[in-house]
């Protein structure tokens, strides 16, 4: 049988702020109570399991989630395949067979508005009378200090979809990214000297910032560099076009189709919008330039 472990539990979307004051704490209560540290969570969204056709809008994915998690030096991550049967375990079965028998949870540190079990229908002190019933001991987080503020992956989204990667990353504690393979595109950008790589995003269910111009940090392979990126569907060139993720690397010249690249949003420039032919929208590329220059200064 595997080792009694501290853990806690949830989705973790993001590895937000907040998830790591939580995290801190489990370290903190594993290394007081001699135990291994465990993050209990999800391989799927629970609405995509419950509701048919829900399309989740994550700020990570599950491998990002999981290195996100490793960089935070926890002993073992425990990944749970999400199910409707899982849906309608008790608060009390689920610590009775999942969280004692299969993973052997001593100590359950628990987000202080957490709530799990058949339609969370129960709270905390109902979770500390069912683990004193199976030898588990359930405690209760603490809130984020007042002076952080409120953090949560709705907030996040929130910020990244108006246009606000700066508070988004703040609240992270990282930048945000997309990452996603190079593919061909009409190559109209080197015709106005601003060639740009076109990225077919790896997973769809991925929040996409606001549409628009950005400051962003462009990660090849292990080597990174300044650039700034485009959301949109170019109303200069096209009417209802798709929508495109570009970017126009500095100082950047290889052939890099098929590669891929990860994109961090540093700060939103300005709006997309419809110009007067390409000499204008040219123009504002080169002030484009300067400000995402003067963005990483």
């Given amino acids: 049988m595997q080792k009694e472990v501290a853990a806690t539990i949830g989705f973790f979307d993001g590895v937000h702020s907040g998830h790591r004051f939580l995290i801190k704490q489990l370290k903190d209560l594993a290394d007081s ?40 030096d926890i002993d073992f991550c425990y990944l749970i395949d999400f199910s409707k049967e899982l849906s309608q375990l008790s608060a ?26 058949k339609n969370r229908a129960e709270g905390f002190s109902d979770y500390v009378k069912y683990g ?3 030898g588990l001991k359930v405690v209760q987080a603490l809130e984020l200090p007042s002076f952080v503020g409120h953090v949560s992956s709705t907030l996040i989204r929130n910020n ?23 593919i061909e595109g009409n190559k109209l950008g080197r015709e106005i000297g601003f060639p740009t790589a076109n990225i077919e995003i790896n997973d769809k269910n991925k929040v996409i910032p606001k549409e628009g111009i950005y400051a962003a940090s462009v990660h090849l392979g292990t080597e990174k560099y300044q650039g700034m990126a485009y ?12 929508q495109r993720i570009e970017v126009h690397i500095f100082d950047f010249s290889e052939d890099i189709y098929g590669k891929t690249l990860r994109l961090e949003f540093v700060k939103f420039l300005r709006e997309d919008i419809t110009f007067n032919g390409l000499s204008e929208l040219k123009e504002q590329l080169f002030i484009d330039k300067e400000n995402t220059i003067a963005a990483f200064l």
């Fill in 92 to 117: 009390r079965a689920f610590i009775s067979n999942i969280l004692r028998k299969e993973l052997n949870v001593k100590q359950l540190l628990i987000g202080y508005d957490h709530r799990f079990g």
């Fill in 132 to 134: 004193q019933d199976y």
């Fill in 231 to 242: 959301i949109g569907k170019r109303p200069t060139i096209v009417s209802n076009g798709e």
């Fill in 33 to 72: 109570e001699g135990l291994p540290s465990a993050v209990i969570t999800f391989r799927q969204h629970p609405q995509s399991i419950l509701q048919a056709g829900y399309k989740p809008e994550l700020l990570c994915t599950l491998e990002e989630k999981i290195s996100l998690l490793s960089s935070l």
């Fill in 160 to 182: 990244l979809t108006a246009g606000n990667p700066e508070e988004a990353n703040r609240l992270l504690s990282y930048n945000y990214s997309l990452e996603g393979k190079v």
